[in-house]
């Protein structure tokens, strides 16, 4: 049995207030892909705020950036959802409708079975990963570190390209 789970945290910051009717399509899609991810093969958690998204939870003092946080079995159970689903890949391809750019937004991590990381935790790895590149610590889907017991990072290149 696997001793480690692979946590996820990705932000982005809307160009307009988040309640703007231009960011409507993308918090009408919330539920539906969030249910989406719930119901995933390998999907074990994800931060949720005071409805049924995060939307709500601080990420730090800009009211316009949002967080989203997940734990997952594994790299590919989550690369899976995140490049595979048709309903999460058609809100991707929007997201430079609603979100400026971020140069690094997204980390991928290595947490114990259980662990539920804090986003203050999630923004420490964006910072890593920020300063150092993919490392053990920090790491995106086109460079994968294999966990800590030993589980590998499969890769998932040809989907994030």
């Known amino acids: ?83 595979r689903d048709p309903e999460h890949l058609a809100i991707m391809r929007r997201r430079k409708e609603w979100f400026e750019h971020i140069a690094v937004f997204q980390a991928l991590w290595w947490v114990p079975v259980g662990h539920r990381p804090t986003v203050a935790e999630g923004v420490a790895r964006i910072d890593l ?11 995106t889907f086109k460079q994968p570190f294999a966990a800590p017991d030993g589980t590998p990072a499969l890769r998932v290149q040809d989907e994030c390209a």
């Open 1 to 83: 049995m696997a001793e480690y789970e692979l946590a996820q945290i990705n932000i982005a910051r809307f160009r307009l207030p988040a309640d703007h009717v231009a960011n409507r399509d993308f918090m009408d899609a919330l539920d539906a892909v969030n249910a989406i991810a719930d119901a995933s093969e390998g999907f074990v958690w994800r931060l949720v705020g005071e409805g049924n998204d995060a939307t709500d939870v601080a990420v730090n003092e800009d009211p316009h950036i949002i967080a989203n946080m997940s734990v997952w079995r594994d790299v590919d159970a989550l690369a899976a959802f995140v490049y």
């Open 129 to 139: 990963l920020a300063a150092n590149g993919p490392t053990a610590e920090a790491f």
